[in-house]
Nanobody, 125 residues
Framework: QVQLVESGGGLVQAGGSLRLSCAAS????????VGWFRQAPGKEREFVATINNWSGSYTKYSDSVKGRFTISRDNAENTAYLQMNSLKPDDTALYYC?????????????????WGQGTQVTVSS
């Protein structure tokens, strides 16, 4: 069983930055693909970013965040990160991290085996 705990959300003005963290339990975090997803009120959960297992050399982003957000991982710390810059009001959502035990990165929520509880990001205009 893997437990994921997100942190780092909050209220920020448009143009500001936040760094989200996703702390994972377990000894084999490095073997998991990791994804970040978000869900705004009244909308479906959407893909934000993903990173492959082990080296983290492969990343992929949704078009809406490309160039502004950066996903990374520190396997020694069992933690994944989402650096969010140039935030916009449209980025307001509950942000979730997810871990994929079998397989590497994925843009599909159904591919992930474990999910955190989410951390709220609110961007004011």
């Amino acid at each position: 069983q893997v437990q994921l705990v997100e942190s780092g959300g909050g209220l920020v003005q448009a143009g500001g930055s936040l760094r989200l963290s996703c702390a994972a339990s377990g000894r084999t975090f490095g073997s998991y693909g990791v994804g970040w997803f978000r869900q705004a009120p009244g909308k479906e959960r959407e893909f934000v970013a993903t990173i492959n297992n082990w080296s983290g050399s492969y990343t992929k982003y949704s078009d809406s965040v490309k160039g502004r957000f950066t996903i990374s991982r520190d396997n020694a710390e069992n933690t994944a990160y989402l650096q969010m810059n140039s935030l916009k009001p449209d980025d307001t959502a509950l942000y979730y991290c997810a871990a994929r035990v079998y397989g590497s990165s994925s843009i599909y929520a159904r591919s992930y085996d474990y999910w955190g509880q989410g951390t709220q990001v609110t961007v004011s205009s």
